[in-house]
């Protein structure tokens, strides 16, 4: 069992421009839809069972602009 807080906004911040809280983040990393895909399907990234829902408020948000 866990709790989890998804929170989206758009921004375009450099990877590098980043300023990751020690404590708190391990490490950041942008990639592309298909590369999250990818990354699910050789077990790189755990298949979390809330992306489907993530990525639909995504494309949602996108026709809002």
Do not use: H
Not at 52 to 59: G, P, V
């Amino acid at each position: 069992d866990s709790l989890c807080s998804i929170w989206l906004f758009p921004c375009n911040v450099p990877e590098e421009e980043l300023v990751l809280q020690t404590e708190e983040v391990a490490d950041a990393k942008w990639v592309s839809r298909a590369e999250l895909e990818k990354m699910k399907a050789d077990g790189s990234f755990y298949s979390y069972n809330y992306l489907n829902m993530l990525f639909q408020k995504i494309d949602q948000r996108k026709e809002e602009f």
